[in-house]
């Protein structure tokens, strides 16, 4: 008997033992599934559902969360932070309109020093890159020759001037003789004649000896200019003559000096009016990083054509350039002040905002902390400030910075604003809120635990 019965118990107890794990398992996962459902519907519900009588765990919780989110609003919105921002106040002045060109400096006048008498330069009387002043001798060409030249037409005019005086002694006593009757006036006409040709002679003798005077004076050759001196393009001892294409020297006059800019067409209406009104205008010649001041001067002339290759004008200031900083052909920023405009409303450059429907700014409203979006129309602009034709009035505030995380009605902090109280219950909602979630789900945790016991304890019996 016990052969037959202790065979058959295994057989019969191991499907129910495998059946009862299956069963248990699934029972498990259901109670998980089921616990997802109530957490979810927990958190998720609206706040009045758990205010009701009998909301217990559930109702503090969310009770508790939505004073969260009420603190957790504060001024930008429900959800939304408010963005920091910083602001300037429209305000009222002068604004200066400029012509900003590319200029080129240019000498007011250059000069080639050539000899103009030949000869053998003896001397050189200045140095490379001085500064001379008109007049100043430069170099000096041998002399000798001419010298003698002068020389020989003063001997050749003292000649001739004795014999025209000669002459004229004569012509007096022939002039006598024929009041007396005692010669022939054809006699006294010749002697007149003679005294005429000597007086031409005498006039040609003093226009040679000035003339070798002249080439004597220019073995010095001098400055006909004031300026500075170039490098040196001829040495003591070399022949020199009026041909020569070098010279002895060039000299380029640096005070004052000029700048050449061009004007583009379309402002030389405005700028023949103030030139008509006589208006001097400043002109300011930068840098080529545009930060250092090079000279003060004022604006001179215009050219009479427009180049029809580029559309400009030419166009030239004058300045005094007493500190040299100017160079003749160098290149610089110059700036040229065409007038001002007097009581413009103008804001930060960073204030004005570009998009698809044009400028516009954001304005502040001070009571609300909330911005407004304005269109605006712009006009001139400096470095740092710019004109607000319309749009906007003198003393209101716009946003400076900041104005990239904004829209339309937004909320905004001020740097000197302090912090909102919402923040504060906010937090306290918060901590409440999750002191609920904590209780219920304690709650659930032990509800399970206590039902999953009977099943543990069936699968056990099950087993045994």
């Known amino acids: 008997m016990d052969s037959t019965v202790t065979p058959d118990k295994p057989a019969t107890t191991t499907p129910r033992t495998r059946r009862s794990r299956v069963i248990g398992a699934i029972i498990a996962v259901l109670a998980m599934i089921g616990l997802a459902a109530l957490a979810w519907h927990l958190t998720h519900q609206a706040p009045a559902a ?55 400096v240019t000498a007011t006048a250059t000069a080639t020093v050539r000899a103009q008498v030949a000869g053998v330069l003896q ?75 000597l007086e031409g002679t005498v ?20 400055a006909p200019i004031a300026g500075r001196v170039g490098l040196r393009t001829v040495d003591v001892g070399n ?22 800019f061009s004007v583009p067409q379309d402002q030389l209406q405005e700028l023949q009016a103030r030139m008509r009104e006589g208006a001097r205008l400043p002109a300011t010649a930068l840098d080529r990083t545009r930060t250092q001041t090079l000279a003060q001067g004022r604006f001179m002339a215009l050219d009479n054509q427009v180049d029809v290759q580029t559309g400009t004008v030419r166009a030239k200031a004058r300045f005094e ?24 409303v103008v804001v930060p450059v960073t204030a004005l905002r570009h998009g698809a429907d044009g400028d516009f700014v954001y304005v502040l409203n001070a009571a609300e902390r909330t911005v407004a979006l304005r269109p605006v129309t712009r006009g001139e602009s400096t470095v740092d400030k710019v ?50 979630q904590g209780a219920d789900a304690q709650a659930p945790a032990a509800g399970g635990a206590g039902a999953a016991n009977p099943r543990r304890q069936r699968r056990d019996n099950a087993q045994q």
């Open 50 to 104: 758990g205010a009701g009588p009998g909301a217990g765990a559930g109702g503090s919780r969310a009770a508790g969360g939505a004073g969260g989110a009420r603190g957790g609003g504060g001024p930008g919105g429900r959800g939304m932070p408010a963005t920091t921002v910083g602001v300037a106040t429209a305000e009222r002045a002068d604004i200066p309109v400029y012509l900003d060109a590319l200029g080129t």
């Open 123 to 197: 001397k050189i009387n200045f140095t490379e890159g001085q500064l001379v002043r008109q007049g100043q001798v430069l170099a000096t060409i041998d002399p000798r020759s001419f010298q003698i030249s002068l020389q020989q037409a003063t001997g050749q005019r003292m000649r001739d001037e004795a014999q025209l005086e000669s002459a004229r002694v004569t012509l007096s006593r022939y002039r006598t003789l024929l009041e007396q009757d005692s010669i022939a006036r054809q006699d006294v006409d010749t002697q007149a004649a003679l005294v005429k040709q």
């Open 203 to 222: 006039t040609a003798d003093r226009a040679a000896e000035n003339m070798a005077k002249l080439n004597l004076g220019y073995t010095e050759v001098k």
């Open 239 to 260: 022949l020199v003559s009026t041909g020569d294409a070098n010279g002895v020297a060039v000299i380029t006059q640096l005070t004052p000096i000029d700048v050449q």
């Open 321 to 344: 350039n007493a500190d040299g900083k100017l160079f003749p052909s160098q290149f610089v920023n110059l700036r040229l002040q065409v007038r001002t405009i007097g009581n413009a």
């Open 387 to 436: 004109q607000i034709r319309s749009g906007l009035q003198a003393g209101e505030q716009v946003i400076t910075e900041g104005a990239d995380r904004l829209k339309d009605g937004a909320k905004v902090v001020l740097p000197g604003d302090r912090p909102a109280m919402g923040g504060a219950g906010g937090a306290r909602g918060g901590r409440r809120g999750q002191a609920g």
